[in-house]
């Protein structure tokens, strides 16, 4: 079990250090997904499989694509990096050296790490009819029967959002050639 986990933590590491190291765009936003689904898997491994789920359906199901629309939309992979030249970019190691060392050593010290990080009390003064169920199934519950217009709602809002984005990238020019007869005429 272990060693899953150490896997996956090494996949998220390589694949965020391509992430920020690809110059292609797209590549980019798929090294980004194999982050998230990394991430999915870990917190999986961990029993965490609600913030899985919503690792899997916000992030790779909702940004990453919306991102991927964004750069599509943009049409940046047409421009190659800086002026036609590629950019060397090993003079930004040391910041990103220091940078992590930093976020490293406040999660060092704030005793994640070593596992001193515990929570005393849970106090629910309220008995909640949801703590009988598994987690997700008291999403479920939620969404699905108390909440359900708002979810509907929502889902119809992203499927507007969608085609619209659709429709702002497609060509508009016609495939078929059209003659002009005035101009043919008048020659």
Known sequence: MEFFSFFFILGIIGS????????NPVLSIFWLVLVFINSAVFFLL???DFLALMFLLIYVGAIAILFLFVIML???TDYPPVLK???????YIPIGFIIGIFFFSE?????????SFQIENWD???PWFLISYHNIEALGQILYVSCFCLFLLASFILLVAM???IVLTQETESLSKKQDLFFQINR
């Open 16 to 23: 965020g250090v391509m992430v920020v190291s690809a110059l």
């Open 46 to 48: 961990l029993g965490i």
């Open 74 to 76: 943009l049409n940046l």
């Open 85 to 91: 030249r590629e950019v060397d970019m090993t003079n």
């Open 107 to 115: 999660i060092a010290s704030s005793g994640l790490l070593l596992g």
């Open 124 to 126: 629910l003064s309220f």
């Open 163 to 165: 085609m619209g984005v």
